[in-house]
């Protein structure tokens, strides 16, 4: 109907976030279904056919899957653990063989065209509540890395360094780094900022080393460099380095 496609036209996240203003955000009549999936227990027969006809919804206008991870931020009644919950049994009501992993890019990769802002300002929440399937994730990486601006690094920067989340685990970034070294300049260089505010051992870089080559992997050697240079040489630094 017009009045369901009126609910997902124009921009739902506030020039001016406030609490007031992303109370009012979320006041329109889609939200009060969003609202009942968030709070009906697990257990309660009635979810299921609410989750049912979202899941029909979500066929109809995919929107929907960025609209929810909207709401469990805004929402503040549920844990971590019961957000990722409802976000994970909606995905598996459309289909019980999505993995979480692609379901997230997929969502995201629809709100980061939509509104880059409302995007970055999601990203915290994604890295947090949904560690697993999101850290190590290249594909996700790659569209923060592709739409973010100066600014944008800076306001995730400091909420890494603040603690408020983090994008990169020591034993899953190596992968990320060999599929980084093939996009564009400015995507290498915010990944490696953003790496940069984590406090990641150096020594987990070395293996790197011996697959860049000085005319192919300009970006990655220049920060690897950099970082190097904070460091006290040691025999291992020196083997690497070689």
């Known amino acids: 109907s017009s009045d369901l496609k009126d609910q997902f036209e124009g921009r739902i996240f506030p020039e001016t976030p406030t609490p007031e203003s992303i109370e009012d955000s979320i006041g329109q009549p889609l939200f009060v279904m969003l609202r009942s999936l968030c709070e009906i227990s697990e257990i309660d027969p009635a979810r299921t056919p609410l989750l049912t006809v979202l899941a ?11 609209y929810l991870l909207y709401y469990l931020k805004s929402y503040k009644m549920l844990d971590s653990k019961s957000r990722s919950n409802v976000y994970k049994d909606l995905m598996l009501a459309i289909d019980d063989n999505n993995s979480l992993d692609i379901c997230l890019v997929n969502d995201m990769r629809q709100c980061q065209e939509d509104d880059v802002t409302l995007f970055v300002w999601l990203c915290p929440d994604i890295y947090t509540h949904f560690q697993k399937a999101a850290i190590g994730n290249v594909d996700l990486l790659y569209l923060v890395v592709s739409c973010v601006d100066g600014r944008q690094i800076q306001t995730l920067i400091c909420h890494i360094i603040a603690r408020d989340f983090i994008m990169f685990k020591k034993d899953s970034f190596q992968p990320v780094i060999s599929a980084s070294l093939t996009w564009e300049t400015f995507e290498q260089f915010a990944l490696w900022q953003l790496l940069s505010g984590h406090d990641l051992p150096v020594d987990c870089l070395l ?11 300009a970006e990655a050697l220049t920060h690897i460099m950099i970082l190097l240079k904070r460091e006290k040489p040691t025999a291992e630094i020196g083997r690497a380095s070689c």
């Open 207 to 217: 293996p790197l080393l011996p697959k860049l080559s000085y005319d192919s992997h």
């Open 56 to 66: 029909e919804l979500y066929g109809l206008q995919p929107r929907l899957g960025y």
